[in-house]
């Protein structure tokens, strides 16, 4: 049985075959069915690869992608610019991906019920109607091949009992309590109910999803409204619901809530103020410790803005104007944090960012109308 790998250098080619890819072949032979092949490397490229077998008489299996990049800090590529006319905190306000394809809500201030659908292989866009999923500010995540959203804040028009029956539309909103989950290509709302947060984080560890912090009020909020800081974290299991966890040591991460998992732990950073950037208070999770003890403080964060997991590292993109530096987090290590690729673009846009990840590549859509989505590739 021939067997080996098949690889590009090119960016515009996330899924090389036999067909449309560099082909180096092995005879399958011993105990323990592996071959070696070589492959030369040159500095400063990226690579696409990923292994096949070839039983006689039959089409190539192939493995999933493996994706890395020679030059230092990883490296940048631009994709297909988002679709729709982007104006401020309009660039979708939950994102997750399952399978090869990236997802982000509709949001800004009449958030609707527009769904985004990114296919990475075709680097295309394209949009479906969820009636009830729209949405600011809220939390999404992925277990297994299901993704769901949940919580934050819907526009008065929608708001139930007439709460917000006086307000001009884009100042008065009410929190979400419903969650949605896509299934085998299919939107359902299913029958949880969520306690209403804001600007919450979620991660997800095993087979359980964990959701907490951000803001929560009574009402109607409008412009005078004093909200509260909640520090609440709940675990959600697709099986038996909603459970309360250790609620996380600060009150103040009720802004730009950066939550996410690696391996058997999760992490949670943020703000109070989209004014104090530099309280960057950052803790990490572990649900396996006994009640009282599952918080840790640990480095401050080096940096805010959108966050993308690939393999065992997390990636934070942050800036202003024309550059968005990157930063590498990486537990296993003493130095945890290391400046590696700045994403340079022209022209001018403010801080909201979006993220998700697709087989170990990051992508990242900026607040901007155009050059307005990337994809990172991170250093091998």
Same mark, same amino acid.
């Given at each position: 049985?021939?067997?080996?790998?098949?690889?590009?250098?090119?960016?515009?080619?996330?899924?090389?075959? #036999?067909?449309n890819?560099?082909?180096?072949?092995?005879?399958?032979?011993?105990?323990?069915d592996?071959?070696?092949?070589? !492959?030369?490397?040159?500095?400063?490229?990226?690579?696409?690869?990923?292994?096949?077998?070839?039983?006689?008489?039959?089409?190539?299996?192939?493995?999933?992608?493996?994706? +890395?990049?020679t030059?230092?800090?990883? /490296?940048?590529?631009?994709?297909?610019?988002?679709?729709?006319?982007?104006?401020?905190t309009?660039?979708?306000?939950?994102?997750?991906?399952? @399978?090869?394809?990236?997802?982000?809500?509709?949001?800004?201030?009449?958030?609707?019920?527009?769904?985004?659908?990114?296919? @990475?292989?075709?680097d /295309?866009?394209?949009?479906?109607?969820?009636?009830?999923?729209?949405?600011?500010?809220?939390?999404?995540?992925?277990?297994? /091949?299901?993704?769901?959203?949940?919580?934050?804040?819907?526009?008065?028009?929608? $708001?139930?009992?007439?709460?917000?029956?006086?307000?001009?539309?884009?100042? $008065?909103?009410?929190? /979400?309590?419903? #969650?949605?989950? !896509?299934?085998?290509?299919?939107?359902?709302?299913?029958?949880?109910?969520?306690?209403? #947060?804001?600007?919450?984080?979620?991660?997800?560890?095993?087979?359980?999803?964990?959701?907490?912090?951000?803001?929560?009020?009574?009402? $109607?909020?409008?412009?005078?409204?004093?909200?509260?800081?909640?520090?609440?974290?709940?675990?959600?299991?697709?099986?038996?619901?909603?459970?309360?966890?250790?609620?996380?040591?600060?009150?103040?991460?009720?802004?730009?809530?950066?939550?996410?998992?690696?391996?058997?732990?999760?992490?949670?950073?943020?703000?109070?103020?989209?004014?104090?950037?530099?309280?960057?208070?950052?803790?990490?999770?572990?649900?396996?410790?006994?009640?009282?003890?599952?918080?840790?403080?640990?480095?401050?964060?080096?940096?805010?803005?959108?966050?993308?997991?690939?393999?065992?590292?997390? +990636?934070?993109?942050?800036?202003?104007?024309?550059?968005?530096?990157t930063?590498?987090?990486?537990?296993?290590k003493s130095?945890?944090?290391?400046?590696?690729?700045?994403?340079?673009?022209?022209?001018?846009?403010?801080?909201?960012?979006?993220? +998700?990840?697709?087989?170990? #590549?990051?992508?990242?859509?900026?607040e901007?109308?155009?050059?307005?989505?990337?994809?990172?590739?991170?250093?091998?």
């Amino acid at each position: 049985m021939n067997a080996g790998i098949v690889w590009t250098d090119s960016e515009d080619n996330l899924a090389p075959t #036999l067909e449309n890819a560099n082909v180096l072949t092995g005879l399958v032979s011993g105990s323990n069915d592996q071959i070696q092949v070589g !492959l030369d490397l040159e500095c400063g490229n990226s690579y696409f690869i990923r292994g096949f077998i070839l039983p006689q008489g039959s089409l190539p299996v192939f493995t999933k992608v493996v994706a +890395f990049s020679t030059a230092t800090g990883g /490296k940048w590529f631009q994709r297909e610019d988002f679709p729709k006319s982007l104006r401020e905190t309009d660039i979708g306000h939950f994102s997750f991906s399952i @399978a090869g394809k990236g997802y982000l809500g509709d949001g800004g201030c009449q958030p609707s019920s527009e769904v985004w659908e990114y296919d @990475a292989l075709t680097d /295309k866009w394209s949009p479906t109607l969820v009636e009830g999923i729209e949405r600011r500010d809220g939390i999404s995540f992925t277990i297994g /091949k299901v993704g769901y959203v949940g919580t934050g804040l819907e526009p008065p028009e929608s $708001c139930p009992q007439n709460l917000c029956t006086q307000c001009i539309v884009c100042e $008065c909103y009410c929190l /979400k309590d419903d #969650l949605w989950r !896509l299934k085998d290509g299919s939107w359902q709302k299913i029958a949880f109910a969520l306690p209403k #947060l804001s600007s919450a984080g979620s991660f997800v560890i095993g087979g359980n999803a964990y959701f907490g912090a951000g803001r929560t009020f009574e009402g $109607c909020f409008e412009p005078n409204t004093t909200f509260k800081r909640s520090n609440s974290f709940w675990r959600f299991n697709p099986s038996s619901g909603i459970t309360s966890v250790d609620p996380l040591p600060d009150f103040n991460i009720t802004l730009g809530t950066q939550a996410f998992s690696i391996g058997d732990k999760g992490y949670v950073g943020g703000t109070s103020s989209i004014r104090d950037l530099g309280d960057l208070n950052f803790y990490e999770f572990d649900p396996t410790e006994s009640s009282g003890n599952q918080w840790k403080r640990i480095a401050d964060r080096q940096a805010g803005g959108g966050v993308m997991v690939l393999g065992s590292k997390a +990636f934070f993109v942050d800036g202003f104007l024309h550059d968005y530096i990157t930063w590498e987090f990486d537990p296993a290590k003493s130095s945890q944090w290391r400046q590696v690729a700045t994403l340079t673009v022209g022209g001018t846009q403010t801080r909201d960012i979006r993220t +998700f990840s697709i087989n170990n #590549l990051g992508y990242v859509l900026l607040e901007r109308q155009a050059d307005n989505f990337w994809m990172y590739v991170p250093e091998l």
